[in-house]
């Protein structure tokens, strides 16, 4: 065989088994260098966990953006060939907890707010402004006397309304008394059997405040790169069930880079007043059959949820 060829294979084979050396040995050094960033994430974890014990106030928010635009001109394809679209929306869950040996006391928000908009270009007299979608506040506020490590006697105020459209019409504001239970940590359960749930509205044929017991359990959680909560809230009107309201609210968040990451929202509501409203919204003005009720309304579960980029606040 060629000398000259010879000295290439052997060449080649050398420069090969380097390159596959080299490359063993840099995900050698990545995987040591992965345990000890772990293990110093885990340090890190462990430290704020005693930081998160200590008194004092906890304040932290993060939430979800969401949204696309989009513009069309001579687009035959479709039944509508020149318009213009969008929609945009974002969540933010925000808290302030003051945790005290003897009291505490917890402040929370969550807003939901999303608009769209569909301008047919080739028609002059719809709308061509952004529409409110979802509409959603709510803030409460938690005192609590610690009775143990584990129960309180505790007050509750807890506002919910809309705020870009017919603001505080119904709004809801639940005040009352009785005991919240913390079983194990990030855990909330607070058990109010003396609660008088005020409704505001300039509908009062349907809305009516009554006296009841309020049960709200929320679970917030951090966890590295995750954010995590979920929330219950609870209204049962000693009255009538039909004044009775629930809603569950959950919002997740996933961090991606820096503060920037992906979130999603979601939350369920039953609110037999708000479905009989809008029933009776909905009738024509020359409508003359059998007015809806709450015996023949049709209190379909309310829903929504939000897929976006977050923004860790």
Known sequence: MNKKLIFVMVLLFTISL??????????????????EADAAQSEADALQAQIDALPGWRVGAFGVIGGSLSNFNNWYAQGVPNNSSGNIGFTVNGYA?????????????????????????????DSDNFEPTTDVFNISSLYGRKLNEK????????????????????????????????????????????????VFTDNDDVFESSLGAKIVADYTRKVGKINFKTNLSVFQ??????????????????TLWKRIGVGFDFALRSNKQEALNYAIAQLPADFTG???????????????YTIGLTYKF
């Open 151 to 198: 129960l309180a006697a505790s007050g509750l105020m807890e506002f919910r309304t809309t705020l870009l459209d017919n603001f505080n019409d119904p709004g809801y504001l639940d005040v009352g008394v009785g005991a919240t239970w913390t079983p194990i940590e990030n855990l909330i359960v607070v058990i109010h059997p003396l609660n008088y749930n005020f």
């Open 237 to 254: 009107s000693y009255k009538n069930g039909d004044l009775s309201n629930a809603t569950w609210t959950n919002s997740f968040s996933y």
């Open 290 to 304: 059998e007015a809806p009720t709450f015996d023949n309304v049709d209190n379909d579960l309310q829903s929504y």
């Open 97 to 125: 907890n003051l945790i005290e040996d003897k009291f505490f006391w917890r402040n929370s928000l969550n807003t939901n707010l999303s608009w769209v908009k569909l301008d047919n270009k080739d028609v002059d007299t």
């Open 18 to 35: 380097g390159f596959s050396q080299t490359k063993k040995e840099l995900k050698a050094q990545k995987a040591e260098k992965q345990a």
